[in-house]
């Protein structure tokens, strides 16, 4: 049974710093690709970043301050947030992509405050 699960989000203030992280169970995790979306009020959920062993991509919006990582031995991939916007409140969501089918965490809440 796959299971992610999110933790690290907050409240921070403008220019600040946060590290997300999620721990993945139910596959084999070091051969798949993770991906962090994140869902602001009353927009589409979008993606962040995604990253596999071998090869990252980031949203626009995000890149040269977000960086997607991930440590194979605990199963976790971890998303690291600099200079951190107002725009960048959302909840934030692990993905873990199977097929067709999408796995979810329950999300993380994310907060900057200006």
Known sequence: QVQLVE???GLVQAGGSLRL??????FIFSTNV?????QAPGKQRELVAR?????TNYADSVKGRFTISRDNAKNT???QMNSLKPED???Y??????GPRDYWGPGTQV???S
């Open 7 to 9: 933790s690290g989000g």
């Open 21 to 26: 992280s999620c721990v993945a169970s139910g």
């Open 34 to 38: 993770m991906g962090w979306y994140r």
């Open 51 to 55: 990253g596999s062993a071998f090869s």
């Open 77 to 79: 991939v971890y998303l």
């Open 89 to 91: 409140t959302a909840v």
């Open 93 to 98: 969501y692990c993905n873990y992509k199977l």
């Open 111 to 113: 907060t900057v405050s």
